[in-house]
C-alpha cells in the first residue's frame, strides 16, 4: 500500500504538470496527500519540517543563479547580440543546421561550468531568433536545449563540472574524468542519435508547412538599435561567463580556505556565522561569472541596454521567481517523498538485480525520476546503496570508475519526468506547455536513458574504461 501511495502521488503531479497547472500549487498538494495516506499525523510537521526546509534552502542556495541567468539573458537579447550572433551562425552554417548550432552553443557552456538553468535563460533568446529566421517550429525549441545542455554535456564527457559527474566521486573516491572512454562513446551516442531525431521532427514540420508559429509567449523583444554589433563582439559576454566561472571556481577556495566565518554588528553579542566554503564555492564562482557577463553587455551595448533596462529586468524578475519557486517546489517535493516508507520500499527492490551495473544504472535512474531531480535522486541511491554497489562490483572486477560513470549518465535519464523541476523551468522560459513540446523532451530522455545500457553494454564487449 505504502508503495501505491507514493506512485499515485508522482502520477498526480506528472498529470497535473502536463495539463499545464502550476506546480508550485500542486506540489505540496502531491506531497502532503501521500502524508496523509500514509499517516495524517505528519502532514503538518513534514509540511513545515520537511517540505518547506527543503524548498527555502534550495531557494537561498540557488534564487540569485536563477536572477542573474535571466538578467544575463534578458540584456543578451535587448542589446541585439543574440540576433547579431544568430545572423553569423546562418551565414556560417546555414539556416537548415539550426538545431545543430543551438544543441552546440549549449554544449560549449555547460561543459565550460556554465549551471543548466543559466545556459536556458542565456541561450533562448539566441534559440527563438535563430529559430524564427529558419522558419523552424517554436515548439522544437525546448528538446534542443534539453539535448545541448540536458545529457552528454552535464554527465557523460569525462571532465565535466555539472554537479551530476561530480556526486559520484565521493562515494567511489574517484574523480570527474572516470570512465573517459565509455564517457566519450555514449556521449557521441547521444548527440547522433538525438540530432537524428531532432532533425527528422524538423523536416516533418516542414513537410506540413509549419513554421516557426504565432500567438507565441514569452517572445524575445525585437532588437531596436539601427544596426547589429560585430558577432565577435556579440559572443564575448558568454565567453567571459565561461572564462570567469573557470577561473572563479579555482580562486575562490584559494582565497577563502575550507571555511570563512564573520561576527556581524549588532547591539548585543552574536554567534559568528560560518560559511563552508568548499559547498560555496561553485555557486559562489557561477554568481561572480553572471555579474562579469551582465556588466560585460552593459559596457560594450550601453544605448540599447539602458534604453529598456528597466522594462526588461522586471520581465526577467517575475521569470527569475517563477522558474526557481517551480523548482523549489519540485525539491520539496521529492525530499517528502523520499522520506516516505514506500520510497524505502522501492529503493531496497532495487537492490534485487543481480548484475551490479544494471542494478546501479535502474536504481539511481528511477529514484531521480520518482524524486524529480537528478542530483538529489542520485545522491539518496548513492547514500543507501553505495557499499553494496561497490562490493558487488568487487567481486565482479568492475573498476570504480565504471560505477562513477553509469551512475552519473543514469541520473540524468528519467529524472526529466514532466515534474522535474529543469523541465518546468525550461518550458516556462521559452513560453511553451508541456503538451506543446514534452513530447521531444521525453524523447531526449528515453536516448539518454538508453545511452547508459549501451555504455554497460559496451564495457562488458570491451573492457574499455
Same mark, same amino acid.
Given at each position: ?14 498529470? %497535473? ?23 495524517? #499525523? ?23 543563479? !536563477? ?13 541585439? !547580440? ?18 545543430? =548550432? ?45 539535448? *545541448? ?50 532533425? =527528422? ?21 525585437? /532588437? ?21 566561472? /573557470? ?14 566565518? !564573520? ?5 548585543? =553579542? ?57 523548482? #523549489? ?12 516508507? *514506500? ?14 551495473? %544494471? ?6 535512474? #528511477? ?20 557499499? =553494496? ?16 560513470? %553509469? ?45 547508459? /545500457? ?12
Amino acid at each position: 500500500m505504502s508503495l501505491l501511495i507514493v506512485l499515485a502521488a508522482l502520477a498526480f503531479l506528472m498529470l %497535473v504538470a502536463y495539463r499545464g497547472y502550476s506546480v508550485i500549487l500542486f506540489a505540496p498538494i502531491a506531497a502532503l496527500g501521500a502524508v496523509l495516506l500514509t499517516d495524517p #499525523a505528519l502532514v503538518a510537521p513534514m509540511f513545515t519540517g520537511l517540505f518547506m526546509e527543503k524548498m527555502v534552502g534550495f531557494l537561498k542556495l540557488y534564487f540569485p543563479v !536563477f536572477l542573474l541567468g535571466a538578467v544575463f539573458g534578458k540584456l543578451i537579447e535587448i542589446s541585439g !547580440f543574440s540576433k547579431s550572433i544568430v545572423a553569423a551562425t546562418i551565414r556560417v552554417v546555414g539556416a537548415q543546421r539550426a538545431i545543430f =548550432s543551438i544543441v552546440l552553443v549549449c554544449a560549449v557552456l555547460t561543459y565550460g561550468g556554465v549551471s543548466l538553468f543559466v545556459v536556458v535563460f542565456a541561450v533562448y533568446p539566441f534559440a527563438a531568433e535563430l529559430f524564427r529566421q529558419s522558419d523552424i517550429p517554436k515548439r522544437l525549441i525546448p528538446g534542443t536545449i534539453a539535448l *545541448g545542455a540536458f545529457t552528454f554535456t552535464m554527465d557523460a564527457l569525462p571532465g565535466t563540472p555539472q554537479i551530476q559527474n561530480i556526486i559520484p566521486s565521493s562515494f567511489f573516491a574517484t574523480s570527474g574524468w572516470a570512465a573517459p572512454v565509455l564517457g566519450i562513446l555514449g556521449g557521441i551516442f547521444i548527440l547522433i542519435v538525438g540530432m537524428t531525431y531532432l532533425e =527528422s521532427r524538423r523536416r516533418k514540420a516542414a513537410r506540413a508547412g509549419e513554421g516557426y508559429g504565432d500567438n507565441l509567449l514569452n517572445e524575445p523583444a525585437p /532588437f531596436a538599435g539601427e544596426r547589429l554589433a560585430h558577432p565577435l563582439l556579440a559572443i564575448l559576454p558568454l565567453i567571459l561567463v565561461g572564462v570567469a566561472n /573557470f577561473l572563479f571556481t579555482r580562486w575562490i577556495p584559494e582565497l577563502y580556505g575550507e571555511t570563512q566565518s !564573520f561576527v556581524p554588528s549588532v547591539i548585543g =553579542s552574536a554567534e559568528p556565522i560560518v560559511q563552508n566554503v568548499s559547498r560555496l564555492a561553485a555557486i559562489w564562482a557561477v554568481l561572480g561569472a553572471l555579474l562579469v557577463g551582465i556588466l560585460s553587455v552593459i559596457a560594450l551595448a550601453w544605448r540599447p541596454v539602458i534604453a529598456s533596462f528597466a522594462e526588461g529586468t522586471k520581465n526577467a524578475i517575475g521569470g527569475a521567481l517563477l522558474a526557481s519557486m517551480n523548482t #523549489a517546489s519540485e525539491y520539496g517535493f521529492g525530499a517528502v517523498i523520499a522520506a516516505l516508507p *514506500g520510497f524505502l520500499a522501492v529503493a531496497t527492490a532495487l537492490q534485487a538485480i543481480p548484475n551490479p551495473l %544494471v542494478n546501479e544504472a535502474i536504481s539511481v535512474t #528511477a529514484l531521480a525520476g520518482i524524486t524529480g531531480s537528478a542530483s538529489g535522486g542520485m545522491s539518496i541511491a548513492l547514500a543507501a546503496m553505495a557499499d =553494496s554497489f561497490i562490493a558487488n562490483a568487487n567481486a565482479a572486477g568492475i573498476p570504480m570508475e565504471v560505477l562513477h560513470r %553509469v551512475a552519473a549518465m543514469a541520473s540524468g535519464g528519467m529524472d526529466t519526468l514532466p515534474h522535474n523541476g529543469a523541465v518546468i523551468t525550461l518550458l516556462a522560459v521559452t513560453g511553451l506547455s508541456h503538451r506543446q513540446s514534452y513530447r521531444d523532451i521525453f524523447a531526449i530522455t528515453i536516448i539518454k536513458t538508453l545511452s547508459v /545500457f549501451v555504455v554497460i553494454s559496451l564495457f562488458y564487449l570491451t573492457g574499455w574504461v
